[in-house]
T-cell receptor, first 115, second 119 residues
Framework: DGGITQSPKYLFRKEGQNVTLSCEQNLNHDAMYWYRQDPGQGLRLIYYSQIVNDFQKGDIAEGYSVSREKKESFPLTVTSAQKNPTAFYLC??????????????FGPGTRLTVL | AQSVAQPEDQVNVAEGNPLTVKCTYSVSGNPYLFWYVQYPNRGLQFLLKYITGDNLVKGSYGFEAEFNKSQTSFHLKKPSALVSDSALYFCAVRDTESDRGSTLGRLYFGRGTQLTVWP
């Protein structure tokens, strides 16, 4: 899991609530990513950011929002508009987004459960 | 379109036997290929990657993978499996052709293969 931390490890949300998942990295990486993992579906990209104050939607951005105010931080907010938010959320980072050979490194994940 | 297929949802092997986890890909240009491993309720750990050069890539924990361009495959292998190798394995690909002009190191992941090594 390296220098990427995610908190909390487990998160419970009531329907209609917004929740924010934290992702911090001390690897001095420029690019950061959020993925959602559901059983048997692999990883799906939610949002990504290559530099501070810039981010783009991935494949399943609806119902999610992000910010990138600091290089080391990329929080993800799961809004009440996300219809089925129960999943395992993974944050990743890489040295630079634009270089094909760069490896993405992952945090330990946050398991979100809607009650 | 870019895609990765892991044709086996589950692979079972006896400890001490060789193991293979299969991965095939589809890209427009040259692929960059990655293998990751995930233990229960943990993040993904990087195992190895193929960028260019020797088709046989060696990685962490005794794993290796062979890039085969004609078969568009990148199978993960280990000569002698350990019980501790039991985990979920993901193959991922980056398509250098479609990313030309893009500034994102986008990875496309397979659905994962559950490896079980029994004693």
């Amino acid at each position: 899991d390296g220098g990427i931390t995610q908190s909390p490890k487990y998160l419970f949300r009531k329907e209609g609530q917004n929740v924010t998942l934290s992702c911090e990295q001390n690897l001095n990486h420029d690019a950061m990513y959020w993925y959602r993992q559901d059983p048997g579906q692999g990883l799906r990209l939610i949002y990504y950011s290559q530099i501070v104050n810039d981010f783009q939607k991935g494949d399943i951005a609806e119902g999610y929002s992000v910010s990138r105010e600091k290089k080391e931080s990329f929080p993800l907010t799961v809004t009440s508009a996300q219809k089925n938010p129960t999943a395992f959320y993974l944050c990743a980072s890489s040295r630079r987004g634009e270089f094909s050979t760069d490896t993405q490194y992952f945090g330990p994940g946050t398991r979100l459960t809607v009650l | 379109a870019q895609s990765v297929a892991q044709p086996e949802d589950q692979v079972n092997v006896a400890e001490g036997n060789p193991l293979t986890v299969k991965c095939t890909y589809s890209v427009s240009g040259n692929p960059y290929l990655f293998w990751y491993v995930q233990y229960p309720n943990r993040g993904l750990q990087f195992l190895l990657k193929y960028i260019t050069g020797d088709n046989l890539v060696k990685g962490s924990y005794g794993f290796e993978a062979e890039f085969n361009k004609s078969q568009t495959s990148f199978h993960l292998k280990k000569p002698s499996a350990l019980v501790s190798d039991s985990a979920l394995y993901f193959c991922a690909v980056r398509d250098t052709e479609s990313d030309r002009g893009s500034t994102l190191g986008r990875l496309y992941f397979g659905r994962g293969t559950q490896l079980t090594v029994w004693p």
